[in-house]
């Protein structure tokens, strides 16, 4: 069974930076991509950033280039998202997934002073 | 201007058909097709097809999709109450390297 579990989600203030985390099982993680995807209360799923199975290669949203780095250690079945610069908008519970098949049930980032 | 774009809400009565419709343009949808996707509060998405229709284990043959030039659609026979969710279209766009989420269809079941 796929199993995806983050951690790393908290309140912060405007600016600060954090770590998600994403810990894989249930499947041969280094064959495939990993997505970022976040949704704040209310609105619609916002695909961040992705991943290769290799890691040599991300995609991102253009509201977060600059300011979030993805990332994996594929001997640890674990996926990353390095979020540094946080806005207010960036609030959102994020979500880690495999194929949009997949999903964590999310880590809630709040960014409020 | 990018973007997928869904009716904000459908209704229709329990075991009739609805038809879910999701425009894009050449870049996303007229190119690769969308997936779909249902939410229910306080969940996250839940895929119920993939891009090209084919649809993961266990999600029932009731949803179907296809697609018209730059118009995804996603029907679904047979209407149950456990059908009243969000519905959500998702592409890749080629020219901003982005995958797109539309902004939600929400289906009431009467």
């Known amino acids: 069974e796929v199993q995806l579990v983050e951690s790393g989600g908290t309140l912060v203030q405007p600016g600060a930076s954090l770590r998600l985390s994403c810990a894989a099982s249930?499947?041969?993680?280094?064959?495939?991509?990993m997505h970022w995807v976040r949704q704040a209360p209310g609105k619609r799923p916002e695909w961040v950033a992705d991943?290769?199975?290799?890691?040599?290669?991300?995609y991102y949203v253009d509201s977060v280039k600059g300011r979030f780095t993805i990332s994996r250690d594929n001997a640890k079945n674990s996926v990353f998202l390095q979020m540094n610069s946080l806005r207010a908008e960036d609030t959102a519970i994020y979500y880690c997934?495999?194929?949009?098949?997949?999903w964590g049930q999310g880590a809630l980032v709040t960014v409020s002073s | 201007q990018a973007g997928l774009t869904q009716p904000p809400s459908v209704s229709k009565g329990l075991r009739q058909t609805a038809t879910l419709t999701c425009t894009g343009n050449?870049?996303?949808?007229?190119?690769?097709?969308a997936a779909w996707l249902q939410q229910n509060q306080g969940h996250p998405p839940k895929l119920l097809t993939h891009?090209?229709?084919d649809r993961p284990s266990g999600i029932p043959e009731r949803f179907s999709a296809s697609r018209s030039g730059n118009t995804a659609s996603l029907t679904i026979t047979g209407l149950q109450p456990e059908d009243e969710a969000d519905y959500y279209c998702?592409?890749?766009?080629?020219?901003?390297?982005?995958?797109?989420f539309g902004g939600g269809t929400k289906l009431t079941v009467l």
């Open positions: 997934v495999r194929l949009f098949e997949n």
């Open positions: 249930g499947f041969t993680f280094s064959t495939y991509y």
């Open positions: 991943i290769t199975p290799d890691g040599s290669t991300q």
């Open positions: 050449n870049n996303n949808v007229g190119n690769e097709g």
């Open positions: 891009r090209g229709d």
């Open positions: 998702l592409a890749w766009d080629s020219s901003l390297n982005a995958w797109l």
